[in-house]
């Protein structure tokens, strides 16, 4: 069976920062290659993804990841039907419970003062889709047009009315829980499973962690008051990452679904979701003492390639951790080692005659990668990349 999948490797150098720390503030690492590597986790990756999603997607493909889904769905409610303010709560709530089977537990946030209500949340983290969550209104609406709560309990021991208000939790998924999957701890069969796989981020060569030693000056003191307002220590670290993901188009495929529209091809809501990912996952970086660091780069070198058996990472090409160069930096001869790394893996598990593959690149230190794919620009590479995918999946070739 031939498979769509794509393969994103990226190396990207970062400054001193602190990208992704642990719970002492310390950046996080890893052991690779018996040495200690920084590590920026996969979480924190994607939810740079899912932040940079907002500017490149409209509000209506996304989701929401929440607690508060029955203050979310009872806004829903009351945007449709004002009259009805008094008892969305109640009714996002009862719909909530039917659609999810969840147990639903008074609010421990101080969402009544923040956002002037006291609905009650879910135990955990959900992840629902804003085409979901309206669709959820319509139903609760559809059951109880003039707000009674026990109507609509009673809407909903019909089994025909509680499988459609299952089923409208469980269709129209949003492009980045088609991509990152879901979890529901009370409804297995609402699960949705993830189309994307993310690697952490692995520096190429050893990274040791600095201390900045830090000083503020009360703006007030006179000058017979010496010394500092505050001070302080935050931990850091600088390097060359190599960064992977994978995406399996068939998987984000059949969790989006055909075209909404008929003039739409079947494949355009998964060919476009990919494009979308790429160009957020090459693009987004995550935020952490962004203000104390500043740490705004772009990667060097990205190489995509589309394969139709099974997602291969490259992370085996810097098990030996790299050295320095003569001239300090660590990027020229990473790309070297990708450019002799890669076809020999490729040849020795016949996976050199997939086609096709992409790179580009920034500087004369990448050059040796040039071999890897056609040259392209983020623009070009994203353009075919869609193309490409939008073909396999319709042909299967």
């Given amino acids: 069976m031939t498979r769509t999948i794509i393969d994103i490797h990226i190396l990207q150098n970062l400054p001193p920062s602190n990208i992704n720390r642990d719970d002492t503030g310390t950046p996080k690492s890893a052991y690779y290659g018996g040495v200690r590597r920084a590590r920026v986790s996969s979480q924190a990756w994607k939810r740079a993804v899912r932040r940079r999603f907002d500017e490149l997607l409209p509000a209506q493909e996304l989701g929401v990841r929440t607690k508060k889904v029955v203050e979310a ?145 009360d703006d007030l003191s006179g000058e017979s008051e010496k010394g500092a307002g505050m001070i302080g220590t935050v931990d850091f670290n600088s390097a060359t990452l190599y960064r992977y993901a994978a995406i399996d188009a068939d998987e984000l495929h059949r969790n989006l679904g055909s075209g909404l529209r008929e003039d739409e091809s079947p494949s355009t809501p998964a060919s476009k979701a990919v494009a979308a990912f790429l160009e957020a996952f090459i693009t ?40 320095k160069s003569a001239q300090g930096g660590f990027l020229r001869e990473s790309c070297k080692r990708l450019a002799d790394y890669v076809p020999e893996l490729e040849s020795q598990y ?45 042909t299967g070739a």
Avoid: C
């Fill in 73 to 217: 769905l009872a806004k829903r409610i009351t945007e449709r039907d004002a009259s009805l303010s008094d008892t969305a709560t109640a009714l996002a709530e009862e719909t909530m419970k039917t659609a999810t089977g969840s147990t639903l537990e008074p609010s421990k946030s101080k969402s009544k003062e923040a956002h002037g209500t006291d609905a009650p949340e879910a135990k955990y983290l959900m992840f629902l889709s804003r085409r979901q969550l309206d669709a959820l209104a319509e139903e609760a609406l559809a059951g109880s047009p003039d707000g009674d709560v026990q109507a609509l309990k009673e809407h909903f021991r019909n089994k025909a009315n509680k499988a459609r208000v299952r089923n409208a939790i469980d269709t129209r998924h949003s492009v980045d829980i088609a991509l990152f999957g879901r979890m529901l701890a009370d409804a297995a069969d609402l699960n949705v499973e993830a189309a994307t796989q993310v690697a952490h981020a692995l520096s190429v060569h050893r990274s040791d962690i600095e201390s900045d030693y830090y000083t503020a000056v």
């Fill in 284 to 323: 987004s970086l995550p935020t952490g003492k962004i203000n104390a660091f500043g740490h705004h780069t772009l990667p060097s070198a990205v190489i995509v390639k589309l394969r139709d058996r099974l997602p291969v990472s490259f992370v085996g090409a810097f098990e030996e951790p790299i050295g």
């Fill in 350 to 394: 016949g996976l050199s005659k997939e086609p096709p593959a992409w790179v580009f690149r920034v500087g004369q230190e990448t050059a040796a990668l040039a071999g890897l794919g056609t040259a392209v620009n983020l623009e070009a590479m994203l353009s075919q990349v869609r193309t490409a995918v939008a073909h396999r999946l319709e």
